[in-house]
């Protein structure tokens, strides 16, 4: 049975990790392309040492991904490519705005490190990882 919210109904947990997946492919090879434009081996960038300012770049990579998208499309790029929306767990307001979003995206992208914040999603009843419960939101299909 699908659960609703604010008279829409709560984007699956299969749903959800392929939007995240299929993202996560297309930002990486994008990244992987401008990588071998300026330089960089396939095998120095997986033999590459983890440093503490890639958690940085990760909240600024996800400031700049929220900032763009969630004024374009409620939400990340996955959620468009998979027709899904984030929206206010509170009103069930369009979750549109630029700095919102990018709160999201940045605590999305930091507490990815921790692993727990992101399968928080398996146990929890509205579909909602931590960085959800954290800005009150959910994702739902449009």
């Not at 709560?10 to 939007?19: D, Q, T």
């Not at 490519?81 to 307001?93: M, Q, R």
Request: proline fraction near 1%.
């Amino acid at each position: 049975m699908n659960k609703e919210a604010h008279g829409y109904i709560i984007g699956s947990k299969g749903k959800r990790l392929i939007a995240t997946l299929v993202e996560g492919i297309i930002f990486g090879t994008l990244f992987y392309v401008s990588y071998r434009i300026f330089g960089g081996s396939f095998k120095e960038l997986i033999e590459k040492d983890f440093e503490a300012i890639e958690i940085v770049y990760s909240a600024v990579y996800g400031i700049i991904i929220g900032g763009v998208f969630y004024p374009l499309f409620t939400g990340n790029l996955g959620h468009k490519i998979f027709n899904l929306k984030v929206i206010s767990a509170e009103t069930g307001e369009d979750f549109n705005k630029a700095e919102n979003g990018a709160i999201r995206e940045c605590l999305k992208s930091v507490l990815s490190y921790l692993i727990i914040p992101i399968i928080w999603i398996l146990w929890d009843e509205n579909n909602q990882n931590l960085y959800d419960k954290l800005t009150k939101t959910l994702v739902v299909y449009k």
